[in-house]
């Protein structure tokens, strides 16, 4: 199974998620800044702590995101 190495902010709402596989993929969460669930991301420096479990893509205790809807979301 694929776990998740490291989660990297980038500029404008941008992340980059590394896999333990080599593969990476590109988010871009700009868009989904005026959803209930990712609102508070629109916070800049919120949005930069963001950090992994290995299994999940993690705002603290408030906001998270599993692998599958990490490729869920960077297929839209």
């Known amino acids: 199974m694929v776990r998740i190495k ?5 500029e404008d709402y941008m992340m980059e998620v590394m896999l333990d596989n080599g593969s990476s993929v590109s ?5 989904r800044l005026g959803t209930v669930r990712f609102k508070m991301l629109a ?7 963001v950090t992994t479990d290995g299994s999940l893509v993690l705002w603290g ?3 998270e ?11 839209k």
Do not use: C
Request: proline share 3%.
């Open 6 to 10: 490291a989660v990297i902010p980038k």
């Open 27 to 31: 988010l871009n969460m700009k868009n």
């Open 43 to 49: 916070d800049r420096e919120f949005f930069q702590k």
């Open 61 to 63: 205790d408030e906001v």
């Open 65 to 75: 995101m599993s692998l599958s809807e990490v490729f869920q979301l960077a297929r």
